[in-house]
């Protein structure tokens, strides 16, 4: 695949997902399942890596994965993700009352209806598998090949600001544009730091380790705005 080619189609898969959700959100039943339809792109790095790049299925899961790398940065990590969990929960008690938590618990109800057993469910599985997700296909994938193909400085502002807009549009209309602009640039800012992560350590071990620190910090705000705990 030509320089210009593997461009247009990385770019293509930045803006994807955000279409994808808010087509789901208009025109599908809004239910979870459906909502999360658009995380079936983020396996294009297999079928990329398969096709363009001749690799086996296990030589696609499985690159950029180092543990070696991940267990002797283990400490460091861990400082870190406590550190960015503790940034999410800060903001979230600071900025609570600005917050109209009714509608964001009716939102969140209309898509599943929550107790306490499914919120269970959906937050180990947001927290192990979706972060997995997430890391392979911004940082592995996106990240890694951008930073191929043009300058280091675009690569990390174009993916920071895409992996922010993939997560605002799942809840846009959920807050006032100040919030939702704070939202977004706390997010880019999440993401920047992802990125570097990724380009310091090489290893998506080490950027999933770090990703589920904050998600245990959003399912922990979940379970606080349901009155769960």
Known sequence: MTHKKQL????????????????????????YFFSSLYKLVFLSPIIFAMWSEKKSWKQALCQ?????IFKKNILRLTSLGLFLAGIYLTSF???????????????LS???DINLTNLIFIGLYIIIF?????????????????DKLIKPWQAYLITSIAFSFHHVMFYYNWFNLGFFL??????????????YIFKKYQDLFSCWYVHIFADIAQIFIAFKIFGLI
């Open 8 to 31: 247009l189609m990385l770019l293509s898969l930045i803006i994807f997902p955000p279409i994808i959700i808010v087509l789901s959100r208009e025109i599908l039943p809004n239910n």
């Open 64 to 68: 950029n994965f180092h543990f070696s």
């Open 93 to 107: 008690f600071i900025f609570k009352n600005f917050l109209d938590i009714n509608t964001i618990t009716d939102k």
């Open 110 to 112: 209309s898509l599943i």
């Open 130 to 146: 979706n972060s997995l997700l997430e890391e392979y296909f911004w940082r592995g994938f996106l990240f890694a090949k951008l």
């Open 182 to 195: 704070l939202a977004t640039f706390g997010l880019t800012v999440y993401a920047l730091i992802m990125n």
